[in-house]
């Protein structure tokens, strides 16, 4: 238990932990209460899709450019100016639920602050991490009990929420969620950490950008993982804006219904970054991502298909399972072998490709349901997800190999044939 929990020693990020942890419940509350109140006003598959592009949207724009940025300045100081934004929007959509004149409009512009605000975030936070452990020995955990921390969230979250929506409305969810940004805030307040050492940069801003992109599409190993997230991350995304119809349409629930299936996905994604945060390793990882791209496939596939409810919340704690693991594994691995002084920019090319590249199956999984509805368009993504993880695993014989040498260069392994290098 206590390698599972090492990154804990860290006193900043003891307190990072505790403060994220208040923030990321509120953000799942806002998340499942938007979507209801769109559902609501509307009822259409493809206005849910775009609220969700809208969130989701900015991190393929913004997010390369964010880690530059986290590369140049005071990482700490820019979190607590992207948490302050994050509250008042927050704060916005509260005020117009109230005042019961809230709009399809609000929700989507709203939405697009909050995505502009997370895609500066959170390739900044991935890369902050490092900083407050100060050990890459623990890097891979507290990236992993930072996974299981939200994770956490989306099993007990959307649940809470849903019964909120039922008893009080979805204005305070996002009431609750404006109050949660209070406890990251104070966590950054508190943290200390030291000067970064930075090296000479380039004087122009696409040069750094550019500098990001060799790194990793470059290296085979990293342009391999970077594919695979794009596909994992472009088909699985669509489950949570067609939510609502299939928890109210197909299966003739309420909120409380669709907080239950949102909560199942996290279930299993909490399984997934549990698992992660016992292993004391980088190496090994390849097989773990080759193995839950493919379980995310078919975990999407088995909700899509199933006639029953109880059948078909079965394979969302797989699709959970499946795409965290994938996820944070790739994230691991990336922070690992990445240079310092590149570390953000190589982070924020992953997380765009992770968060930035659901927007747009969003969007067009929103408009393929309205002509063939919500269930088939998921049997759809659930084919494609499967199928770009098996060309993964057909390939990983050669990406195995190519990551030997890359953990032997760094000193990890003995050599490219010793030690369990994917």
Same mark, same amino acid.
């Given at each position: ?47 849910? %899709? ?364 003995? %050599? ?7």
């Amino acid at each position: 238990m206590k390698q599972g929990l090492r990154a804990l020693r860290h006193r900043n990020f003891r307190v990072f932990y505790a403060g994220m942890a208040i923030s990321v419940f509120g953000t799942w509350m806002q998340t499942v209460g938007a979507s209801w109140l769109v559902y609501q006003l509307t009822g259409s598959a493809f206005l849910l %899709g775009l609220v969700a592009a809208a969130q989701q949207l900015p991190m393929l724009v913004l997010g390369p450019i964010a880690g530059v940025w986290a590369d140049r300045v005071d990482r700490r100081r820019l979190l607590v100016a992207t948490q302050v934004v994050a509250l008042l929007q927050a704060a916005l959509l509260a005020a117009l639920t109230f005042a019961g004149a809230v709009t399809v409009t609000h929700v989507v512009l709203v939405s697009l602050v909050l995505g502009l605000t997370v895609a500066i975030e959170t390739p900044t936070r991935q890369a902050f991490l490092l900083e407050l452990v100060e050990s890459k020995e623990d890097l891979p955990n507290a990236i992993a009990l930072q996974s299981t921390m939200f994770n956490s969230a989306r099993l007990v979250g959307p649940t809470l929420a849903g019964f909120v929506v039922a008893g009080f409305g979805e204005a305070w969810c996002f009431v609750l969620n404006a109050l949660s940004y209070f406890g990251i805030l104070a966590a950054y307040t508190a943290i200390r950490v030291g000067p970064r050492e930075r090296r000479a940069r380039p004087a122009h801003l696409a040069a750094e950008l550019a500098a990001g992109f060799r790194w990793v599409f470059g290296l085979m190993p990293a342009r391999r993982l970077i594919l695979l997230i794009a596909g994992v991350s472009f088909f699985s995304a669509p489950w949570q804006p067609l939510m609502p119809i299939v928890a109210a349409e197909r299966f003739g629930g309420d909120s409380r219904t669709l907080g239950m299936l949102i909560g199942a996905v996290g279930g299993g994604a909490l399984c997934g970054t549990l698992f992660l945060a016992l292993r004391s390793s980088v190496l090994g990882l390849g097989r773990m991502i080759a193995g839950a791209s493919v379980a995310a496939g078919v975990g999407l596939t088995l909700f899509a298909i199933a006639p029953w409810l109880p059948l078909a919340a079965l394979g969302l704690p797989v699709l959970g399972f499946g795409v965290i693991v994938a996820g944070a594994s790739t994230n691991t691995i990336l922070q690992t072998v990445a240079d310092e002084d590149l570390r953000a920019r190589v982070i924020s090319i992953y997380v765009t490709v992770f968060l930035g590249m659901g927007p747009i199956g969003n969007f067009l999984a929103g408009a393929i349901a309205e002509r063939i509805g919500a269930r088939w368009t998921l049997f759809a993504y659930g084919l494609a997800l499967t199928a770009c993880a098996a060309a993964f695993v057909h390939g990983y014989a050669a990406w195995r190999v190519a990551m030997r040498e890359v953990y032997a260069r760094l000193g990890m392994i003995a %050599g490219p044939r010793g030690g369990a290098g994917g």
